[in-house]
């Protein structure tokens, strides 16, 4: 399967310092997925992002597919923000079933 | 309200039991999926279907069988044959043409 490495594996941020986490993935895709796993364990949809820049109020991604990278930025990052933050991929062909990387732990202290 | 739905959310098994998990959606997706994950890792795999009475294997589909006789269900059943089945299992479901998936809140099946 694609191969996906999220970097970095843990974060430590103060509350209202700003983050980017890095997805690099191994084959050409038609689907890249940012998630919010919260302390319950739910998966909660960020983006849809197979190429190109999406803003969500503080959150924003950008997937350069052609170098097959994906980017999540964080800014004035909140206590709420805690958890761990995937980065999961699909074929461009073929079945569309999801490769996950293996997360960034982000832990927001006030 | 759309979404999807896992039920029991918490389940514990005997060794030797088989037990079956239920996932149902309510947003007309054809296509519908099931991961494992386990402490610290991303999730894998299980099984995937894309239509009604079809589904094929993922990456770890030992131990475990899967049914798609309703749009809306996708049931997958832990058998005995499975060797190391405690973990989170959950459930997606996405569209055919716009493959977005969504999650449902998951199942934690501790093996005592």
């Known amino acids: 399967g694609i191969q996906v490495e999220q970097s970095p594996p843990d974060l430590i941020l103060q509350e209202g310092a700003n983050s980017t986490l890095r997805c690099n993935f191994s084959d050409s895709v038609n689907n890249l997925q940012w998630f919010h796993q919260n302390p319950w364990g739910q998966l909660i949809n960020l983006f849809y992002i197979p190429s190109g820049t999406k803003q969500n109020g503080r959150l924003s991604a950008t997937t350069v597919a052609t170098e097959r990278y994906s980017l999540l930025y964080i800014s004035s990052s909140q206590t709420t923000d805690s958890g761990v933050y995937f980065c999961?991929?699909?074929?461009?062909?073929?079945?569309?079933?999801?490769?996950f990387g293996t997360g960034t732990r982000l832990t927001v202290i006030p | 309200d759309g979404g999807i739905t896992q039920s029991p959310k918490y389940l514990f098994r005997k060794e030797g039991q088989n037990v079956t998990l239920s996932c149902e959606q309510n947003?007309?997706?054809?296509?519908m999926y099931w991961y494992r994950q386990d402490p610290g890792q991303g999730l894998r795999l299980i099984y995937y279907?894309?239509?009604?009475?079809?589904?094929q294997k993922g990456d770890i589909a030992e131990g475990y069988s899967v049914s798609r006789e309703k749009k809306e269900s996708f049931p997958l059943t832990v058998t005995s044959a499975q060797k190391n089945p405690t973990a989170f299992y959950l459930c997606a479901s996405s569209t055919r043409a716009v493959n977005e998936q969504f999650f449902g809140p998951g199942t934690r099946l501790t093996v005592l």
């Open positions: 999961a991929v699909a074929y461009q062909t073929g079945a569309n079933n999801l490769f």
């Open positions: 947003l007309n997706h054809d296509a």
């Open positions: 279907s894309q239509i009604v009475n079809d589904f």
